[in-house]
């Protein structure tokens, strides 16, 4: 990109005719347009150390935005932990609830197979007295049975 700057007498051949640029004149300035400011402000004069007198307003320099400092995390960073957290907290709520539902599922199996060995038992017992016999009706010792015509007298 380093090239020499152009020379005439070095690229013009003798006997050419050679155009060379010539820049425009500048174009003629707007004339300025005075406008009031808001204020008045006060006008100060300063003498240079040569005699010459410069006159202007005083201008305040732009003052830059205070520094915000930034913070030693971002928020970012903050808001995908709190996402990660939340998540594992719903994760961690949804095994408890279905350790929940399977331990109340055995509980209540539990209960009706207990309701059921009791409720036999004292069928059982209702049906069967101590000894192993048949309870219910009468129970009599017959002696001597005597059978006529299909009918019982004892």
């Known amino acids: 990109m380093n090239q020499p700057a152009y020379h005439p007498a070095r690229y013009d051949a003798p006997g050419e005719e050679v155009h060379h640029p010539v820049p425009l004149a500048p174009a003629p300035a707007a004339p300025p347009v005075l406008v009031q400011p808001g204020g008045i402000p006060s006008v100060a004069s300063v003498v240079l150390p040569d005699g010459r007198v410069v006159t202007g307003y005083a201008v305040t ?39 929940f539902v399977a331990a109340l599922t055995a509980f209540i199996t539990q209960l009706i197979t207990l309701a059921a060995v009791i409720f036999g038992g004292w069928v059982l017992v209702l049906i069967f007295d101590a000894r192993g016999h048949r309870a219910g009706g009468m129970t009599f010792n017959i002696r001597k049975a005597v059978f006529k015509r299909n009918r019982f007298y004892g």
């Not at 003052?63 to 994760?91: D, H, M, T, Y």
């Open 61 to 99: 320099p732009a003052q830059p935005e205070p520094f915000a400092p930034k913070p030693p995390v971002s928020r970012v960073a903050v808001n995908i932990a709190l996402g990660g957290v939340g998540f594992a907290a719903v994760c961690g709520g949804l095994f408890l609830l279905t350790a």
